[in-house]
């Protein structure tokens, strides 16, 4: 028999296909049955449409009206692994939206209206190679955005309000490769901003609001090649700033620069390719010895002046073959000539008769050619305003009143370093879109009702190192998106409770450094959405029960170097998203059983060193349980700790300067040692005889009852135990340290009750 023909077998299939699925086209929709695609592109829908096929594979919703995303919105077409929403006027995602797109590889959200991106949002996607967010209004990342898009290669988030990014923002983009933040305000990066972003090979961050290279965050990327920090403000790159191994293209163009340590890069050695122009650069020194082998050094749009000070940079660029970019900035005969051209021979410096010449026939002689200097815009005296950047600076010039006068495009206003005593209403008329204001060490001891009245961006106000003792809620009128608020080292005795009600925005809140003895019920009332309280180095003694109960949303809570002589258990009662507690540097001496159950379940990081500690309940960690990533309590007076097997998710512990008392009692604390890959530090203090060893490398504890393995008493030949791949999730201040692995845990070991009777024959022994 003949085989039966296939074709018309497809051909009944392809019908079947085509069939079901116009039978589920939406009426505004254009459906291609062949492809798998549905096209809704600028049909006013409020909603995803109910009646798309299942088995869609690319979706188009482009150019629609639909404001929120409901959870689950897409849980009828599993399929889809293309999915576009491009100004669809979306101000809301909510968590679980994408919930059962488990296929999608791109998603594109640009242009809509999205402020916040929630910690569910983008659950459920976890196959996502691609997220677009760009040309939205996001100015908040909630911890834990991204942790389920561990196969995400590019996210976008350029064009956005971002001004802050926080510890762990990224957490979960195990195979992220390019991360883009272009064209935000972001004036600040947090230690651990990019932390466990262990791919990443590209950052831009041009076209933000950074003054100052972001050394310790930018060094955690160990893997990053091209990083563009093109269009931020930043003057002056110092010694080392940059310590980046796989660096290779660092873009640092259409800054500030005025001045470049010729040791900046010494700690990046593969760094190839340096862009330096558009800056205020007149001089620039040889690389030092031992920095990396450029290629390709960019001068070009600085005022270099060619003379005898050039020389080194010309010579060291022909010896070392590196390509100059750039022109002359001067003196008038070598303007505008090619720094790759002019020879050394001809970089000289004139005598002093000879340079005052020079000088007056440049007057005269009419301007040669040359880069166009940034344009200047309204500016008030004696200050500096750059059109371009949109910065404004009156820093250190002596002013004793607000200067009026700035440009209404000015972004970041800096007055630091005047002297301006007091700041009365309505100081900064027409600069409603400064997002970032500095008013550092200005003598500021009091401020008028509604003195930023009108600043309806702005997001950083700095206040540090002033004369401040008190604020009233109406010093803040007119500031609806201020989000972070710096007041450390100013003159405050008591916290300044209540006076942020008109503060809604307000998220981090520094008051180190100041003289505030006790936190009082309702601290922080009209603080609500609170999410980082920093009261390091002030003079407390206490805080009252509920102490912070406003704030329910507390994260970061830094009470280091105070006087507190126990810990406050009452203050957390509803401090129920508590994550990291800084406790270090206070003279507690004892801390009792359950001193953390309150904040248990949601403490991740825990700090407790150089305190003195003398002892600890043998429940005093209860509550905590697999949540804790950090545990910190080196530099005490600690002879004993109880158990810590309860911590099976610590990753980072230190137990260094402790004198253990290196006997039965502490065999529990031995065995777990044993048994975790971590690097513990812990050594002995007591008995004299073992002072300075570690408490793993001792074999004191074989005497103890349950003290031998298995192992001891069943030898069997030995084998190396085999190495474990360290496992990578730092925490958020602390650096990582590396684990290695301690073998398999003994089987059979279980804890044993020291009788006092055992303790005195092994110590008569």
Request: with cysteine; glycine share 6%; aromatic share 6%.
């Amino acid at each position: 028999m003949g085989s039966i023909p296939t074709w018309p077998v497809i051909i009944l299939f392809a019908l079947k296909i085509h069939t079901a699925l116009s039978a589920k086209c939406p009426k505004v929709c254009v459906c291609d049955s062949i492809q798998l695609t549905i096209a809704c592109v600028n049909k006013n829908l409020t909603e995803v449409p109910p009646t798309i096929d299942e088995i869609t594979v690319k979706l188009d919703l482009r150019g629609n009206d639909l404001q929120e995303l409901p959870t689950g919105a897409f849980a009828h077409t599993p399929y889809l692994t293309h999915l576009s929403l491009q100004n669809s006027n979306i101000r809301r995602v909510r968590e679980g939206a994408f919930r059962k797109l488990g296929r999608l590889v791109l998603l594109n959200l640009a242009n809509n209206k999205i402020e916040i991106l929630y910690q569910e949002s983008f659950d459920g996607l976890s196959s996502l190679k691609q997220l677009i967010i760009d040309r939205n209004r996001v100015e908040e990342i909630q911890p834990g955005a991204f942790s389920q898009l561990g196969f995400l290669n590019l996210l976008s988030l350029t064009h956005n309000q971002l001004v802050y990014i926080p510890n762990m923002a990224f957490q979960g983009l195990q195979n992220i490769k390019w991360l883009r933040l272009s064209h935000n305000f972001i004036n600040y990066l947090a230690t651990e901003a990019f932390a466990g972003l262990f791919t990443l090979t590209r950052l831009s961050l041009d076209n933000n609001e950074l003054q100052f290279f972001p050394t310790e965050t930018m060094t955690r990327l160990s893997e990053v090649t091209r990083l563009e920090l093109s269009f931020n403000p930043m003057t002056y790159l110092g010694e080392e700033s940059v310590s980046m191994l796989k660096l290779t293209h660092l873009l640092l163009d259409h800054n500030s620069l005025q001045d470049f340590s010729n040791a900046a890069i010494l700690l990046s050695p593969r760094l190839t390719h340096l862009d330096l122009s558009h800056n205020q650069l007149r001089i620039l020194q040889p690389m030092a010895p031992g920095s990396p082998k450029l290629t390709r050094l960019n001068l070009a749009g600085n005022p270099i002046y060619c003379s005898c000070y050039l020389r080194p940079l010309r010579e060291w660029a022909t010896r070392e073959r590196v390509r100059l970019g750039g022109t002359c900035g001067g003196p008038a005969h070598l303007s505008g000539e090619n720094l790759e051209v002019v020879q050394p021979v001809n970089l000289r410096c004139l005598s002093q008769e000879a340079m005052l010449k020079a000088e007056l026939e440049e007057q005269v002689l009419p301007a040669l050619p040359t880069t166009p200097s940034p344009k200047k815009g309204k500016c008030p005296a004696n200050c500096a305003c750059e059109t371009e950047n949109r910065h404004s600076s009156c820093e250190n010039k002596g002013h004793t009143k607000i200067p009026r006068g700035f440009s209404p495009d000015t972004r970041l206003l800096d007055l630091r370093g005047n002297h301006f005593h007091y700041i009365p209403a309505n100081s900064f008329p027409g600069t409603a879109e400064v997002v970032s204001l500095h008013l550092q060490r200005c003598k500021i001891h009091d401020i008028e009702d509604g003195a930023f009245s009108g600043m309806k961006s702005l997001v950083y106000l700095y206040l540090s190192e002033n004369d401040l003792t008190s604020l009233t809620p109406e010093a803040f009128k007119g500031l609806p998106h201020l989000t972070y608020l710096h007041l450390e080292k100013n003159r405050f005795t008591q916290f300044p409770k209540g006076a942020f009600k008109l503060l809604p925005g307000l998220l981090a809140l520094h008051m180190e450094n100041n003289a505030i003895a006790k936190l009082e019920t309702g601290l922080l009332t009209s603080a609500e959405k609170l999410r980082g309280l920093y009261l390091t180095s002030n003079a407390i003694t206490a805080a009252a029960p509920q102490a912070f109960n406003p704030a329910p949303d507390l994260e970061t809570l830094h009470l280091g170097s105070n006087k507190l002589q126990e810990v406050p258990t009452e203050a957390f009662s509803k401090a129920r998203s508590l994550a990291e507690l800084k406790l270090s540097h206070n003279p507690i001496r004892w801390i009792g059983a359950g001193a953390f159950q309150p904040v248990g379940t949601t403490l991740r990081h825990l700090y407790l060193d150089h305190m003195g500690l003398e002892k600890v309940s043998t429940d005093f960690l209860a509550g905590l349980g697999s949540g804790l990533r950090s545990l910190l309590l080196e530099g005490n007076q600690l002879e004993e700790l109880p158990d810590l097997s309860p911590l099976t998710g610590l990753e980072v512990i230190n137990l260094a300067e402790n004198p253990l008392l290196c006997d039965c009692p502490l065999l529990p604390l031995r065995k777990w040692i044993e048994q975790v890959n971590l690097k513990v530090r812990a050594t002995c203090g007591h008995p004299p005889e073992l002072r300075g060893q570690r408490v793993k490398d001792v074999h004191v504890f074989k005497s103890c009852p349950g003290g031998k393995s298995p192992s001891a008493q069943h030898p069997k030949p030995t084998r190396a135990p085999k190495p474990e791949s360290a496992r990578v999730s730092p925490p958020k201040i602390i650096k990582r340290v590396d684990r290695k692995a301690t073998g398999k845990s003994r089987k059979g070991a279980k804890p044993h009750t020291v009788q006092k009777t055992a303790m005195k024959k092994r110590k008569s022994a």
